[in-house]
């Protein structure tokens, strides 16, 4: 039995209804609802890994609309639908469970980190989905069109202030570029979050790597052993 859910009046529905549409067209892997307290939070990977040696990085869309304040829910869907009111869209009857789903950015506190303009974002977007276009041989299979991608999208890119070209595609996929708006940028540990005026781009960073010192066992030079 499909359920609705209840948004604060027909124009979000509508918002809600494209977030999806556009979920779909960049081949997001559905897209997670999150409401509480009157706030539903919309969020989809443009970008995630898809095995464990992906070079893909993890590049979220976000928005945060008005909903009704009994609505309490968290799921990943497919697909939404229109529901009998203006302001209801239907859920699927079933949930899904992405593995991107499970990397939730943090909730404490977010530092500023500085600041690019729309314009640069959207000049690095189509810089890289034209990479993407020329890179791409005739017949060429899906895992090789993936690694393209991985490569182009995953890249860090100078002015997009070292963050991988793949928060300039997510924010052009999902129609967060608008005029000539400064994009802020802020940090808290892996994650960066770029705010646009229609919704936000967060990119999760590399884990620290590297081997530790180590200690050496025998004595230093001078020190007497029992």
């Given amino acids: 039995m499909t359920r609705p859910l209840v948004l604060a009046d027909a124009q979000t529905a509508r918002d809600v209804l494209t977030f999806a549409g556009r979920a779909a067209q960049a081949g997001a892997d559905g897209v997670r609802l999150q409401a509480a307290d009157g706030v539903l939070a919309l969020t989809s990977a443009a970008l995630a890994p898809q095995s464990l040696f992906d070079q893909t990085p993890t590049v979220l869309a976000m928005r945060i609309v008005r909903a009704d304040p009994e609505l309490h829910c968290d799921i990943v869907v497919d697909e939404l639908a229109e529901g009998e009111h203006p302001h209801e869209l239907t859920l699927p009857d079933t949930g899904r469970a992405p593995a991107w789903a499970g990397v939730a950015p943090p909730r404490g506190e977010w530092m500023h980190a500085g600041a690019l303009t729309a ?66 940028l802020t940090q808290s540990g892996r994650w960066t979050r770029l705010a646009f005026a229609r919704g936000h781009v967060l990119s999760r960073g590399p884990a620290v790597t590297g081997l530790t010192a180590v200690r050496s066992t025998r004595p230093s030079a001078g020190s007497e052993t029992p």
Avoid at 128 to 146: D, F, K, L, N, Q
Avoid at 154 to 168: F, H, K, N, Q, T
């Fill in 119 to 184: 314009q640069t974002v959207a000049e690095r977007a189509q810089w890289g989905i034209s990479a993407v276009a020329h890179g791409t041989a005739p017949g060429s299979g899906e895992e090789a069109v993936r690694a393209l991608r991985a490569r182009i999208w995953g890249e860090p890119d100078d002015a997009l202030s070292g963050l991988p070209r793949g928060v300039a595609f997510a924010a052009h996929a999902f129609g967060f570029i608008n005029g000539a708006e400064e994009v802020r």
